[in-house]
């Protein structure tokens, strides 16, 4: 059973630049979360996809955009990057039935550290 | 609004040393709380799921618990390689999202 993997595993971007950082899920998950981890705090959820649509969304401005394939990979997309978008970008894929049949739990990959300068 | 408040931030015990990290939860209709183990530069990983006041369960020296309005995750005799950053999460009854705490930086010293 393969886990949750994301790339890449460091960037460094410059303001207004933009960045796609990548995820796949776990074996047999269909659903896939991305959360905002900034030093120090909780993991913010930003959104999730279930079946290549987006499934729900946190407290993150249009900037932040994502996409979902058919094999149930994913992608985050940042565009107009700000000093504060530095932080961990955490994706977790889980079995779920679009929010029905789902026991909550959510596999992490090891993150994608982005410094914003 | 759903709200999770970890306490303390930190807490720093000695081997063998017991004690408890507490979650206060607020949700409007609560599906699920959920406690996950973070080290330094990786993903959580997950623990436990609670779903429903006076549940428990255990694994190894951890031991969770859940009334109406908080989880409480007891650490029994740790050891020092218990340290790392504890994150108590909910989920409510519409599914999609999962809100987290800060999270408490336990720190365990031989």
């Known amino acids: 059973e393969t886990g949750v993997t994301q790339s890449p595993t460091h960037l460094i971007k410059t303001r207004g630049q933009q960045v796609t950082l990548r995820c796949s899920s776990q074996?047999?998950?269909?659903?896939v979360s991305w959360y905002q981890q900034a030093l120090g705090q909780g993991p913010q959820f930003i959104f999730q996809?279930?079946?290549?649509?987006?499934?729900g969304r946190g407290n993150f401005p249009p900037r932040f955009s994502g996409l979902q394939f058919p094999n149930y990979s994913s992608e985050l997309n940042v565009n107009a990057l700000e000093l504060d978008d530095s932080a961990l970008y955490l994706c977790?894929?889980?079995?779920?039935?679009?929010?029905?049949?789902?026991?909550?739990?959510?596999?992490f990959g090891e993150g994608s550290r982005l410094t914003v300068l | 609004e759903d709200q999770v408040t970890q306490s303390p931030e930190a807490l720093r015990l000695q081997e063998g040393e017991s004690s408890s990290l507490n979650c206060s939860y607020t949700?409007?209709?609560?599906?699920?709380l959920f406690w996950y183990r973070q080290d330094p530069g990786k993903g959580p990983e997950f623990l436990f799921t609670?779903?429903?006041a006076g549940e428990e369960k255990e694994k190894e020296r951890l031991k969770a618990t859940l009334t109406k309005k908080e989880s409480f995750l007891h650490i029994t005799a740790p050891k020092p390689e218990d340290s790392a950053t504890y994150l108590c999460?909910?989920?409510?009854?519409?599914?999609?999202?999962?809100?987290f705490g800060a999270g408490t930086r336990l720190f365990v010293k031989a």
């Open positions: 977790a894929s889980s079995q779920d039935g679009g929010g029905t049949v789902n026991t909550g739990e959510l596999f």
């Open positions: 074996s047999g998950h269909n659903t």
């Open positions: 996809y279930y079946r290549e649509e987006e499934n």
């Open positions: 949700v409007s209709g609560l599906r699920g």
């Open positions: 609670l779903y429903s």
């Open positions: 999460a909910v989920q409510d009854t519409g599914g999609f999202k999962t809100i």
